[in-house]
C-alpha cells in the first residue's frame, strides 16, 4: 500500500468498502466558478472605468465636432474634424493658455520652494514659537479660501490704486494669492516627509563642516524629491484649475486664465450651445500640461529614496 | 592633531535631567580613549559635546590650544563616525567620502588623490561608484570611516561604529579601526557600550554611570583596580563574582564566606590598610572567574586557600572549563550592582530568587562534571574588596 503513504489523513485502517483517500484531497478552497472568483472584480472595474471615462470621451468628441454646438455633439463622433481646434487657437485661447502656464508653474514653483524652507525649519530646528506657528498655520487652513474672497478683493483693490502690476485684472497678483493659499497644507504634508530624513544626516554634514543652506540644498533637498514632485504637482493642478478667485480678480481678456477665459465663452445662454465645440477643444488642450507634468514627475513620486541612507 | 580636555563640563537639560556631571577627561595627543558605560549613562551625550552637535550647559571644552565651547562643530576640526553611519543616500561613494572635502572647497585634484588613498587604505577602491544601498554592512561602516579619514581632521570622534555589524565582521572592524588609528596617530575618542570593545581598542578607558565618570585608567588597570563594583562588575567578561562575606580576626586576618574561612595573606592587608575598619563587619568581596583553579591541577597547593563547592553547569570551551557552582553567601546590593543588574537586563527577577552563582573558569584538563563535589582553590591575593554600602574599594 506504498500509494497510501503520499495521502492526506491518517491511511492506516483504511476499510475496503470506503472510497481510496486520494479521492478527497483538495488543494487550496476554490468554490464556485470563475465568476465568483475573479469575474465580478473585472466588473466592478469596467464599471468604474466606463464612468470616469464617459465625460472625457464626450468631451473629447465634442471637442471633433465640426458642427461645434452643444445640442450636435454625442458620445462618439459621427464626423471628426479638428476645425474646433483651429478656431480656439485663433481667439483669445493661446494668451489665455500662456497665463494660466504662467500662473500654474510660477506658483506651484514657489510654493514649493517657500513650503520646503518652512518645512525644513519646522522639522530641524527648535526655537519659541514653533509650535504655536504650526499651528496657526494649520488653523488658518481651516477657513475655506472664499470666505476671504470679500476681503481679498478688498484688499487688492487699494493694491490695484498703489501698484497695478499686482493688483486685479493681474496675473501676478493672482500667482501671489495662490501662494499664500498652498503655503499650509504644503508645509505640513512636507514637514512630516522630512521628519522621516534621519536627523544624523544632517548632524554628519554639519561635522563635515555644511552650512544649515548646504544642509538644506546638498542634503535634504535631494532626499525630499518624491514630496517636492507631490506638492509641485498639486499645486500647478489647484492653480490651472482653480476658478472662483481667478472669475472675481480677472475681469480684461488679456488678463485672464483658460478657466475663466473658457467658462466665459459659454457663460450666457445664447452662446452655450453654439460655441459648446471651442469649449471642449480649449478644456482638451488644456489638459495636456497637466498630464504631461503628470507623466514626467511619476517616476519620482516614490518613497524609499532614503533606503541604505542608514544601518546595514 | 590635538590633545582634547574637557574641565568639569555638565549637560543639564531643560527638563532638568543632568545627562553629564562634572565630566573631567584628559585626551593626550594622539590616544585612543574609550568612553564606555551602559546606555543612558551619558557617553553618548559627552560625545555629542565635543562634537559641538549638543550645547555645554557649563565647564570647558578644549580642543588643542583653543577652548571651543561656542565654536560651531565645523570650526572645532574634527570627524565623527555615526552609529548609523549617515552616508548621503543619493551620493556614490565617492561623494560622500569627498562631501567634507568639496565643503572646504579643496580642489578637484586634491580631492581625488585623498579619496583615493582612503578607499585603498580601507579596500573601498572598487566601489567609489556604487550607492550606499548597493553596500553591505560592513562596507558601508568603511565608508563612513572614509569619510572621516579623509579629512585628516584634529580629533576623531565615533559613537558605538560597531554595534550595527554581526559579531564575526565587529572583530574584524575593531582590529582594522585601532589598526587605523594607530597609524594615523589622531586623537579619538570613541564610545562604546560593549565592554570588549573598551578593553581590546582603549590606550585608557572611562567608565561612565548616570551621568558620572566612575573611573579613567588603562584597560588592565580597570580590570585589576576597579573603584568600585560597578567598574569592577562592569569591565570582564564574565563579569566578576561577588559576595558578602564577613571579615574576623583570626592570626591576621580572614574572610568568612559561608561556612569557609579564607586566610587574607599579609602582602594584601598591608597592601590595604583600609581593611583593619571592616574587622567583624561585612565586607563585598568579588573574585574574577580566571582567579579560581580546580584543586586537583593548582599548583598552589596550601589547603587554606581551598573552597569546597557543589558544581552546578559545566561549559568546556575548549580552551577553559567554565564551571557554575551556588555561594552560600548572598550578593551585595547596592545603587552599583542594581545598575549592572538593570544593564544585565535581570533587574525584574528578584535578587532571592536567584541565588548567587559563582563563575570559575578551571583549565582544559579539569575532569569536574555537574553535581560533582569540587575543591577549588582560590587565588586570594586578587581577591577584590568593596564596601558593601557604598560599593567603593576598600584601600587605604
Known amino acids: 500500500m506504498a500509494i497510501i503513504g503520499t495521502q492526506a489523513g491518517p491511511a492506516l485502517s483504511t476499510p475496503d468498502d470506503t472510497p481510496p483517500p486520494y479521492e478527497v484531497v483538495e488543494l ?63 481667439g483669445s485661447f493661446p494668451r489665455w493658455f500662456a497665463n494660466t502656464l504662467i500662473v500654474g508653474v510660477l506658483s506651484a514653483g514657489v510654493a514649493m520652494f517657500i513650503s520646503a524652507s518652512a518645512a525644513f525649519a519646522f522639522s530641524r530646528f527648535r526655537f519659541r514659537g514653533r509650535r504655536g506657528g504650526l499651528l496657526s498655520v494649520l488653523l488658518i487652513q481651516l477657513f475655506p479660501q472664499f470666505l476671504a474672497i470679500v476681503a481679498l478683493y478688498l484688499i487688492f483693490t487699494e493694491i490695484t490704486d498703489v501698484w497695478p502690476a499686482i493688483g486685479l485684472n493681474s496675473i501676478w497678483g493672482l500667482t501671489l494669492l495662490y501662494l499664500g493659499g498652498a503655503l499650509g497644507v504644503n508645509t505640513w504634508l512636507m514637514k512630516g516627509f522630512f521628519d522621516t530624513i534621519p536627523k544624523d544626516l544632517d548632524e554628519s554634514a554639519k561635522v563635515d563642516g555644511a552650512t ?101 | ?57 557649563s565647564g570647558t571644552l578644549r580642543i588643542g590650544d583653543r577652548v571651543v565651547n561656542t565654536l560651531s562643530s565645523r570650526e572645532r576640526d574634527i570627524a565623527m563616525v555615526f552609529q548609523s553611519y549617515a552616508l548621503y543616500p543619493h551620493m556614490t561613494v565617492f561623494d560622500n567620502i569627498a562631501y567634507g572635502l568639496k565643503i572646504r572647497r579643496m ?62 565582521l565587529r572583530v574584524q572592524m575593531r582590529a582594522e579601526i585601532s589598526e587605523i588609528q594607530r597609524d594615523l596617530k589622531t586623537t579619538t575618542l570613541y564610545v562604546t557600550h560593549d565592554q570588549t570593545e573598551a578593553m581590546t581598542m582603549g590606550d585608557r578607558v572611562a567608565l561612565m554611570k548616570a551621568g558620572v565618570l566612575q573611573q579613567l585608567g588603562s584597560p588592565q588597570h580597570l580590570y585589576d583596580h576597579p573603584d568600585n563594583i560597578f567598574v569592577a562588575g562592569f569591565i570582564g567578561s564574565p563579569p566578576m563574582n561577588m559576595a558578602v562575606a564577613r571579615l574576623i580576626r583570626s ?52 589547603p587554606e586557600s581551598r573552597v569546597r563547592a557543589k558544581v552546578a553547569l559545566t561549559e568546556a570551551l575548549g580552551s577553559e572549563i567554565v564551571v557554575h557552582f551556588d555561594v552560600a553567601a548572598p550578593k551585595p546590593v547596592t545603587a552599583d550592582t542594581k545598575a549592572l543588574d538593570k544593564d544585565a537586563q535581570t533587574s525584574d527577577v528578584p535578587v532571592a530568587h536567584r541565588g548567587n552563582v559563582f563563575v570559575a573558569s578551571f583549565g582544559p584538563r579539569s575532569r569536574v562534571r555537574p553535581r560533582d563535589d569540587i575543591e577549588i582553590v582560590v587565588d586570594r591575593e586578587r581577591i577584590h574588596f568593596f564596601d558593601p554600602d557604598t560599593g567603593h574599594a576598600i584601600r587605604d
Open chain 2, 1 to 57: 592633531m590635538a590633545q582634547v580636555v574637557l574641565d568639569k563640563v555638565n549637560k543639564k537639560y531643560d527638563n532638568g535631567f543632568h545627562a553629564v556631571q562634572d565630566l573631567d577627561i584628559d585626551v593626550a595627543d594622539g590616544e585612543f580613549l574609550v568612553l564606555v558605560g551602559p546606555s543612558g549613562c551619558g557617553k553618548t551625550t559627552a560625545l555629542r559635546m565635543v562634537a559641538g552637535l549638543e550645547d555645554i550647559s
Open chain 1, 212 to 312: 544649515h543652506s548646504q544642509i538644506y540644498f546638498g542634503i535634504i533637498l535631494p532626499l525630499v524629491r518624491p514630496i517636492l514632485a507631490v506638492t509641485g504637482l498639486l499645486g500647478f493642478i489647484g492653480a490651472v484649475n482653480e476658478f472662483l478667485i481667478a472669475s472675481v480678480f480677472l475681469t480684461d481678456d488679456r488678463a485672464k486664465t483658460a478657466a475663466v477665459g473658457l467658462y466665459g465663452l459659454i457663460a450666457d445662454d445664447q452662446t452655450r450651445n453654439t460655441q459648446f465645440g471651442l469649449f471642449c477643444a480649449g478644456a482638451v488642450l488644456l489638459a495636456i500640461p497637466t498630464v504631461l507634468l503628470f507623466m514626467y514627475l511619476q517616476r519620482h513620486i516614490v518613497g524609499g529614496l532614503t533606503a541604505g541612507a542608514v544601518k546595514g
Open chain 2, 251 to 302: 592570626d591576621g586576618l580572614s574572610l568568612q564566606l559561608a561556612e569557609t574561612v579564607l586566610p587574607i595573606p599579609e602582602s594584601v592587608v598591608r597592601a590595604r590598610p583600609g581593611l583593619a575598619r571592616y574587622v567583624d563587619r561585612d565586607v563585598a568581596i568579588g573574585i574574577r572567574s580566571e582567579d579560581m583553579e580546580d584543586a586537583s591541577l593548582a599548583r598552589d597547593d596550601a
Open chain 1, 28 to 90: 487550496g478552497g476554490a468554490q464556485g466558478g470563475w465568476f465568483r472568483r475573479v469575474g465580478w472584480s473585472h466588473l466592478v472595474g469596467i464599471l468604474a472605468l466606463a464612468f470616469s471615462l464617459f465625460p472625457i470621451v464626450f468631451v473629447v468628441s465634442a471637442a471633433l465636432n465640426p458642427v461645434g454646438t452643444l445640442s450636435s455633439s454625442t458620445l462618439f463622433p459621427t464626423q471628426v474634424s479638428l476645425v474646433n481646434f483651429t478656431d480656439t487657437l485663433a
Open chain 2, 107 to 168: 580642489s578637484s585634484t586634491e580631492i581625488e588623490q585623498r579619496v583615493r588613498k582612503a578607499g585603498d587604505m580601507l579596500e573601498l577602491g572598487h566601489l567609489l561608484d556604487r550607492k550606499p544601498k548597493q553596500l553591505s554592512g560592513g562596507q558601508r561602516q568603511r565608508v563612513a570611516m572614509g569619510r572621516a579619514i579623509v579629512r585628516e581632521p584634529q580629533v576623531f570622534l565615533m559613537d558605538e561604529p560597531l554595534s550595527n555589524l554581526d559579531a564575526k
